[in-house]
């Protein structure tokens, strides 16, 4: 499972940091150190490519993660108690009431160029070489060219779909002038460009040289970013380019780029050995023993009870803090709300023969069942249940929000259902990725999957909706879905009961908690105009669409311009 580029991959966070924290060297060291004389080998060559891969790994969790779910209707990091407050800023990014001064968004520009400055840093380096003097040949040097370009501008693509007016910086080594910032549509055009210059040098899956070949870009993976563009041109510069999109992914559907497929086991994309799985476009290798951020407080670890280690028999990492978890389906009376957002976990339980809603559970040293946790958690000797972080209720998770405490499930609670009422039994948690045993050889080992074939499927379910081919759609969606239930169920679309609300729906549920949500509900024309638990809409106003710039941004370069509406 584990080969050369995931040795690299996971020694360069500790290079990245080291450098980083080197700030008392003298200037002269800089002058010495230099491609020429660090790039000695092929293996130079590799560790100067995969310089922003542990980077843009980094970057799925933390400021970039809350900015597209925290910011949505399916998940929420409300306060419990003295917890999670935090000056406020969640609230924020639940009502929709950023501003300038807020951390994630200074954090989110910030993070995803310094990915971008690595990229060209590392394109100039190889660019710049004799390929012959390190024993690689040209056709090597222009697929690692085309891979840096593509990993660029998958970290230019995030940064427009957050802050819409970017710059597009193409060259780092002895610049002193800062750019301007591109139209949209000029950065829409560059981010095509790149990728469609890059895709012929690309492997494509199965091709000789991709056996071992994890944490890499491939045509397939390159295309389904493009997919991505097309599918929200609309929003970025106001031309619909679906036709352009169902051509691209109806291609890699039917293999054009490689042989892929969907996984008939609904949990084999997130499991220990996902890197091999057919469904998988492109995944950041993650490991126990090296790094594995979206097993990170800034994404999937926090969204536990404290003591949750107790039923997981995983204590590796100590304690979680219930940072996130699903927005509530139902009232504190237990009657589902009447908004047609939101509301996830009721979504699920709409087809209750779907096999994801079993409780989460290992079933053995490498196997689970069940996507949620929900009610009583006993620990895994089940000798008793999970108690609150203070020992003085035992916890029972529900589908609500409010001062629950040591109050038996049956019994209703009176009060109000905000972001500023939650305890810990306040809502379902989600267990995407699974946590296994302390004894269990494959703890730790899933891959973080960025893309995957269920994300091309749905991509090319939209496109035919939009077109007006209703039965294709469903068609699409259930060669997807068809996994979660038994044979012959009626939990299957029908092409006339699919509609708008639906297929946001259906994106929802298969996407939960995997980083997309505010793009989504963005492109069905949403995200300013819906409500949701606890939120009002914003009326349309169509401005908060893009995060403002932030006054550290302005500060440090007078030259950009801040975005409209702030």
């Known amino acids: 499972m584990k080969n050369n580029t995931r040795t690299y991959i996971g020694l360069l966070l500790f290079t990245i940091v080291s450098l980083i924290s080197c700030t008392n060297l003298e200037e002269e060291l800089y002058d010495r150190v230099t491609s020429e004389n660090f790039i000695q080998t092929k293996e130079d060559v590799y560790r100067t490519f995969l310089r922003s891969f542990e980077h843009g790994y980094w970057t799925v969790q933390g400021d970039q993660y809350d900015m597209q779910e925290n910011t949505g209707d399916q998940l929420m990091t409300a306060t419990r108690g003295a917890d999670w407050f935090d000056g406020g800023k969640y609230i924020r990014l639940h009502n929709h009431e950023w501003n300038t001064d807020d951390g994630f968004v200074e954090g989110g520009w910030k993070n995803l160029y310094t990915g971008i400055v690595l990229a060209t840093n590392s394109l100039e380096d190889i660019q710049a070489l004799d390929p012959s003097s390190v024993k690689m040949s040209e056709e090597e040097r222009s697929e690692l060219v085309s891979e840096l370009r593509i990993l660029r501008a998958w970290y230019y693509l995030r940064l427009f779909d957050f802050y819409r007016n970017i710059q597009l910086i193409t060259a780092v080594k002895g610049e002193t002038e800062a750019v301007a910032q591109s139209t949209p549509k000029e950065t829409f055009d560059f981010i095509e460009n790149e990728i469609l210059e890059s895709v012929p040098a690309l492997f494509a899956k199965g091709d000789p040289g991709t056996e071992n070949f994890d944490g890499r870009w491939t045509k397939a993976a390159a295309m389904t970013l493009l997919s991505r563009l097309y599918l929200n041109a609309e929003v970025y510069i106001g031309e619909a380019k679906y036709e352009q999109c169902a051509t691209i992914t109806q291609d890699i559907v039917d293999g054009k780029y490689g042989s892929y497929g969907i996984e008939e086991r609904w949990d084999a994309p997130f499991d220990y050995d996902n890197n091999s799985s057919k469904e998988t476009l492109f995944a950041f290798p993650g490991s126990f023993t090296r790094t594995h951020w979206h097993y990170s407080s800034g994404m999937f670890w926090w969204q536990f009870p404290a003591n949750i280690n107790l039923y997981f028999n995983f204590t590796a990492f100590g304690n979680s803090n219930p940072k996130y978890a699903l927005q509530p389906g139902k009232d504190l009376e237990g009657n589902e709300y009447a908004f047609p957002l939101g509301k996830p976990f009721v979504k699920f339980e709409k087809y209750p023969d779907d096999v994801r809603l079993i409780k989460y559970k290992n079933t053995g040293l490498s196997s689970r069942e069940g996507m949620f946790l929900y009610g009583y958690l006993p620990y895994n000797d089940g000798s008793e249940v999970l108690m609150s972080k203070d020992g003085s209720y035992k916890l029972y998770l529900r589908d609500q929000v409010g001062q629950f405490n040591d109050l038996e499930p049956e019994q209703e609670l009176q009060g109000a259902s905000t972001m500023l009422t939650a305890d810990e039994n306040s809502g379902v948690r989600l267990v995407k990725y699974p946590f296994y045993s302390d004894d269990s050889p494959n703890r730790i080992e899933p891959d973080f999957v960025e893309m995957r074939l269920a994300e091309v499927y749905y991509t090319l379910a939209e496109c035919r909706f939009r077109e007006g081919n209703l039965a294709e759609a469903a068609n699409l969606l259930n060669l997807v879905r068809s996994r979660y239930y038994p044979e012959g169920s009626q939990s299957l679309y029908e092409a006339g009961e699919l509609n708008e609300v639906e297929l946001l729906d259906a994106w929802g549920s298969e996407f939960l908690g995997e980083g997309r949500r505010r793009i989504d ?46």
Do not use: C, M
């Not at 710039?549 to 509406?565: A, C, K």
């Open 521 to 566: 509900l963005i492109r069905f024309g949403k995200f300013t105009t819906g409500a949701w638990w606890d939120k009002e809409s914003d009326g349309g106003d169509d401005h908060l669409e893009v995060f403002p710039l932030s006054e550290n941004t302005l500060n440090v370069n007078p030259q950009l311009v801040q975005n409209p509406g702030y």
